[in-house]
């Protein structure tokens, strides 16, 4: 019986050969579907595919593609369509400054990419702008968003990818912890810039013996306790921030007052500011902003957008309008939690994600911000997606939670060009293991996944691949 190693590197190079050259044989059917996901070693993992020519429109393969899967993070490029379809790609988001009164306000405008030397820039504009005057007051609002606690509850506490979420935010609401330890540690907690990296005074830091990281909140200070087993003789590390107006009202009293100017402690404002604005800081436009989410896979941007763009008052609301802006295109079959892919109860099949990236609008918007051979990171050269030497082009976005691996995009090859949407999950497991950072098994098994995402991109763009069968909605 052949070996499953055997069988899927028979089954990769039947999918990679180039074309049959005249007087050479002809090259064996590319493995269907069903074939190679069969191969795959993924246990009882579920598969949704669906693969449509970008030419005639016509689905070149399918599997599985009314299934509802978890998408992961490759829902940020519903994210990424749905927020340039209602804020324009030209949006900004504005950091502003007010004096009102005898108040210095800072307040966010909900800009995702807001930095410490960004930040410092505008203290310094800040501290020229008012002059002689000295505020009794500095407060600072975060207003321009709703409050999101966690993006994704019950993920583990310290994981930096989950941090809050308000209209004030600031090196994407993280902060950068450092340590030594010799007979004891010593812990430093910075808002690392690249130029500025000032101390966050909001935020301390302890160690502890045993158990996972603590976390606690008094007086609007955020205290993190940190296993001392898992410290080497030093390292860092960044953490989220749960409280980030006060963090971001430190930090900018910190840098105003390297410019000459002293403000008060910071306070948290509830109410919108209507003073008189003397500084501001525009974001780059959205475009620019979508790009480095979907390279990165920034969850704090996903989430910003999608609240900013429905305009609603909590995160499942939010989600919920974006479902209901795909049922208006005619895309059905999609179940959102949110923006960012995190929660693990997001679902959506493969046809709903692969038709709507096939419309010539999204592919427009969509495919200059995605990717080249994204699956490279985990599998090297064996990703086989950058389009040269005859191997495909693939532009597309990554997704993974535990035991969930998708892809989702653009793919080009043998005059031939697809848009694409591969989910797989293993649902059961996933279950077991959320808010488990990689349990044991999971790296395994999302490489023996992203294997499987290449082979079935690579068979979609053969010139033999045939015309798969869908309900006729697809």
Not at 24 to 41: K, T
Not at 111 to 119: I, K, Q, V, Y
Not at 178 to 193: F, H, I, K, P, S
């Amino acid at each position: 019986m052949m070996k499953r190693r055997e069988f899927l590197l028979a089954a990769s190079a039947a999918v990679m050969a180039g074309p049959a050259g005249a007087g050479r044989p002809r090259r064996r059917p590319a493995p269907s579907v069903a074939q190679l996901f069969a191969g795959a070693g993924l246990g009882n993992a579920s598969l949704g595919f669906a693969a449509i020519d970008l030419g005639p429109g016509a689905v070149l393969q399918a599997e599985g593609a009314e299934l509802a899967l978890p998408p992961a993070s490759t829902l940020k490029t519903v994210t990424a369509l749905y927020a340039l379809d209602r804020l324009g790609p030209q949006h900004r988001f504005t950091t502003r400054v007010l004096r009102e009164g005898d108040t210095l306000v800072l307040a966010g405008g909900g800009d995702p990419a807001l930095d410490t030397d960004a930040l410092a820039v505008l203290a310094a504009e800040t501290a020229q702008a008012v002059g002689d005057w000295r505020p009794l007051r500095f407060a600072v609002w975060g207003g321009a968003l709703p409050q999101v606690e966690e993006i994704a509850p019950g993920q583990a506490a310290h994981l930096a990818y989950n941090p809050s979420v308000s209209g004030m935010i600031l090196n994407y609401n993280r902060v950068y912890l450092g340590w030594r330890c010799e007979a004891d540690c010593t812990l430093d907690l910075q808002a690392r810039g690249s130029a500025q990296s000032p101390r966050a005074w909001t935020i301390s830091a302890g160690t502890k013996s045993g158990g996972g990281f603590g976390h606690s909140v008094a007086e609007g200070r955020e205290h993190w306790q940190v296993p001392r087993a898992g410290l080497g003789r030093s390292g860092s590390r960044w953490l989220p921030v749960r409280r980030p107006e006060a963090y971001a009202g430190d930090v900018f009293q910190t840098l105003a007052r390297a410019q000459g100017l002293p403000l008060p402690a910071p306070e948290v404002a509830h109410m919108p500011p209507a003073g008189v604005e003397i500084a501001r800081l525009d974001s780059a436009p959205l475009t620019v902003l979508l790009r480095g989410m979907l390279e990165h896979s920034t969850n704090l941007t996903a989430e910003v957008v999608g609240l900013a763009a429905s305009g609603a008052m909590s995160q499942a609301d939010s989600a919920r309008a974006m479902g209901e802006w795909l049922a208006a295109a005619g895309i059905t079959g999609a179940v959102l939690a949110d923006h960012s892919g995190m929660s693990p109860q997001n679902r959506i099949t493969a046809q709903a994600l692969a038709r709507l990236l096939a419309r010539p609008q999204a592919r427009a918007a969509l495919r200059p911000l995605l990717n080249t051979d994204p699956l490279r990171e985990v599998l090297g050269e064996a990703a086989q997606g950058h389009g040269r030497n005859g191997a495909p082009l693939v532009q597309a976005k990554t997704g993974t939670l535990n035991f969930v691996s998708c892809l989702a995009g653009y793919a080009a090859a043998e005059g031939r060009e697809i848009a694409f949407a591969t989910l797989m999950a293993d649902e059961p497991r996933l279950a077991a293991t959320t808010g488990q950072d990689w349990p044991q098994g999971s790296l395994a098994w999302v490489k023996r996944a992203k294997l499987l995402q290449r082979d079935l991109v690579a068979a979609s763009l053969r010139d033999d691949a045939a015309p798969a069968a869908l309900p006729p909605e697809i």
